[in-house]
């Protein structure tokens, strides 16, 4: 349904409860006039009679009667999500906002000391690369990857990255030079700097032949490079803990500084709660530890 016809939605729906067009207007805080208007406009967009109208009032049709059931329905469920959002904010709740991949290999393992810190808060990740709306029921803050400038958006800087190549110890055994690289397969992602970068750097011929996988998640890449099926070139602060356990090693040439880095962000238009201000915090200090 085109979202222009919900105040119309809303406004039938309470005409339809009441069966009076001047009760829902005084429920809506609207006059009995715009609620009018608001039927006749669902009833134009739906080509069907909603209501017959009568001397002493309106009585649903048939089909009135039948998206009267359905929008209540829809509208209660509605209001019901939106009062666990309110009373999850209410009791201490925090939702955050994040890249999936820097979700999995950087801030899920750390989340435990966090929550040793602040044991009252609840916390809700949402792993989403789409740019989500930070608005009233939205999540309280965000980790986003790229210049720091979001319309609507204030940031702060939380870390930066670089690039560098890795491989499975088996395929990085065939390699010698940042020649060598560019004969293997290469693994790459849909971030804005990636092998064209690190070759020019490496002042080695970006191999135009050759196998090259898309993966679009960065830790799915790395996950992949690791069972040998390419060359990824990873943003370290990701690849920290396969670098650790050995599942990947770093293969010859430059580490290479990347241009974006990781922000906090948070609406512009309402500040952060105690809650968000303290994970806020944490994160600062996570992004400055040796092991980060």
Not at 110 to 126: A, C, E, G, N, W
Not at 226 to 245: C, Q
């Amino acid at each position: 349904m085109r979202s222009a016809l919900l105040p119309a939605l809303a406004a039938f729906a309470s005409a339809a409860r009441h069966q009076n067009f001047a009760h829902a207007a005084e429920e809506l805080h609207l006059t009995a006039s715009a609620v009018s208007h608001h039927v006749r406009k669902l009833e134009t967009a739906l080509g069907v009679s909603l209501f017959q109208r009568h001397a002493r009032g309106v009585v649903l049709t048939p089909e009135g009667r039948l998206l009267a059931d359905a929008a209540g329905s829809a509208l209660a469920e509605i209001e019901s999500v939106l009062d666990g959002l309110r009373q999850h904010r209410r009791d201490n709740g925090l939702r955050i906002t994040i890249l999936p991949s820097l979700a999995a290999t950087w801030l899920t393992p750390r989340l435990k000391r966090f929550i040793d810190l602040h044991p009252t808060v609840r916390l809700s990740i949402d792993t989403d690369r789409s740019l989500v709306r930070f608005d009233e029921g939205g999540p309280d803050i965000g980790i986003r990857y790229g210049l720091g400038q979001w319309p609507g958006l204030a940031s702060r800087f939380l870390m930066d990255d670089t690039l560098q190549p890795l491989a499975s110890p088996e395929l990085a055994a065939q390699v010698t030079s940042a020649e060598d690289v560019a004969t293997l397969p290469l693994l790459t992602d849909i971030a804005p700097e990636g092998w064209r970068e690190w070759f020019r750097a490496a002042a080695v011929r970006y191999p135009r032949t050759g196998t090259m996988h898309t993966i679009s998640d960065s830790a799915d890449g790395l996950n992949a490079a690791a069972s040998g099926l390419g060359a990824v070139l990873a943003r370290t602060r990701l690849a920290t803990a396969h670098l650790a356990d050995g599942r990947l090693v770093r293969l010859p040439g430059p580490e290479l500084p990347t241009r974006y880095a990781y922000y906090i962000v948070h609406s512009a238009h309402r500040p952060p709660s105690a809650a968000a201000l303290s994970f806020i915090a944490w994160l600062e200090r996570e992004a400055l530890e040796p092991r980060g």
